[in-house]
């Protein structure tokens, strides 16, 4: 018992002198309603908020705004903002996007990079075969010994066309014999792509699978990637299943543009008038970059052989005729100028777990992670029939407080890996059970390391602990102040009317406003209905009944404009022209108005008295909070900020 106390005495200590020492390091240089404000954190406030102005605001000011704002988070504390699920849950998700790039690890993401750099550089000319994927892993192993025994006919000197036609499950394989054409990175699925460009020139690789199949490549020549071309198109479509006097107008609609664009016609503006590619023709015909594979080949061609400013003449693809105009070309650039494109390309491959995983393997071996092999070795033992891993397994385990695994360590409990997990897998094959099993231990192991490394991010690194205290904050700040000021001055109907009733000076206009209603009919005869239903309506109701009755022939708008802000109301009110329809409501007349030489009630200028109103709710709040919650500062830390 003695040995106890000493030793959580010097615990104490020893967490004393943590404190003073951090201190030290990192002073405080505020208390906010007795929360510390250390120097680091008002520094990274203080320099982002400079950043983001055009010139440095000076530090009174920024300490006094700081303060206010720490305030209002202290408020949000009080009202218990923080603890609610939906506060915890939201800050949980963004911590743990905001820690993914802390987890990879940058020399194997380097490498990544650079390989896919490479790889833009040139294209590869491949031919494939494909067998469909199997239902069970049992039909996969048969898919995959097939594509062996195919791949050796093809090394013992069969063509491999001949092949291709003969096996491939892809349905163009009888056209083109298995040819893929040059593959370039990032158009085909990635562990297709890898294979192309791993598989040295005139070899096969082994089979590999992708989503849409199992598959064996050949690869037959290495060309200089072309670079990307930027082009815009006009196009005439074919429909479907288009016959040849079809074809024959969507081509002489064509000859008729070409003819307009030979004669120095705007591109883009006819584009906008007659392209019938629903995606581009807004943009006057504009497509993104594209490099090789990306476009039908009839397409790809024509774009990439046309010069600079030079106009295709019409040409067809499968979906109609098209012309092209290429405005511009470039090859691939430096790795630095490259290399924002290639980060996505990687975000977006199968690959960029490779540095995530490559990190949290570091980590486990730093953090000492340590399986419980003996458990494992039990757990295994019983999985002996396609029935193992069911629920009466997971009954038995699933409240085990048997040590599965310890991380820096913490003993984590079978439990964790178990509960859920298996019910969600449903039956399966033996060796499946058992990997499984081993997946489940890894995945809680993996989990495990991503939680604890996510903490130490937080005592460990400064940068990342502000950006996750400024985020924090922010989420109560919004959340605060949507309740003390914003949600509040726009749902405060007695409070707006008395701000308004008090401040009616303040509201003025430059010249006089209609108010009232705006009724456009379908015609003459709608109107003389309109205005005798109009006649036998009670005003509470009249507006909800009219477009009720008169729903397809009469639109009713509720009106405050002046003139020359509405062409209608100007020549019923203010005297100008009657004006010309535009759409099936031909006849309109106001109803129920009068002219305002000023707002007479709040909804005539409710959005300025709303912000108004706003205003004066936050400075009563802010004058309550400093009363409320006090603030000190140490005038000494503060004169060593940076």
Known sequence: MKNTKLLVGILAVAGTLSVFAASKKDPVLMTVAGKPVTLSEFEYMYHKNNQQQAAQQPLDKYLKMFTTYKLKVADAEAAGIDTTAAFKREFEGYRSELAMPYLHDSAAEEAAMREIYERLKYNVRASHIMLPLGRDIKENNARKARLDSIRACALNGESFDSLAVKFSADR?????????????????????????????????SEPFRTNYGWHIVKTFERRPDAGEVLVEHILKLYPRNATEEQKAQAKHAMDSIYELVKNDADFEALAIKESQDPGTARNGGKLPWFGRGRMVPEFEKVSYELQNGEISEPFE????????????????????????????????????????????????????????????????????TPDSLNDAFVDKYKNSNETLFELNGKAYPLSLAIKENLKQRGRMADEVAYSTLEGLATQAETNAVIELEKQMLEENDPDFKNLMNEYRDGMLLFEISNRKVWDKAATDTAGLRAYFEANRAKYKWDSPKYKGYLIQTTGDSVTRLVKERISQLEPDSMVMKLRKEFSKDMRITKVLVAKGENPRVDSEVFGAEKVKPTDKYTDYFVYGGKLL??????????????????????????????????????????????
């Open 597 to 642: 030489a000023k707002p007479e009630e709040v909804s005539d200028v409710r959005g300025p008295v709303v912000s108004d109103y706003q205003n004066q709710l936050e400075t009563e709040w802010v004058e309550w909070l400093r009363k409320e919650y006090p603030v000190e500062v140490d005038e000494k830390v503060l004169k060593s900020v940076k």
């Open 317 to 384: 693809t499968a979906y109609g005729v098209h012309i092209v105009k290429k405005l511009d070309s470039r090859q691939v650039g430096s790795y630095e100028e490259e290399k924002n494109h290639v980060k996505a390309i990687l975000n977006d491959s199968p690959k960029a777990s490779v540095a995530l995983m490559s990190g949290i393997d570091k980590l486990k071996k730093q953090y000492r992670l340590m399986r419980n092999v003996e458990l494992m070795n039990k757990l295994k033992a019983e999985v002996t």
């Open 172 to 204: 163009s394989a009888v056209r083109n014999h298995g040819d893929m054409g040059f593959v370039s990175v990032g158009v085909f699925p990635y562990e297709f792509e890898d294979a192309c460009y791993s598989t040295p020139e005139g070899e096969i």
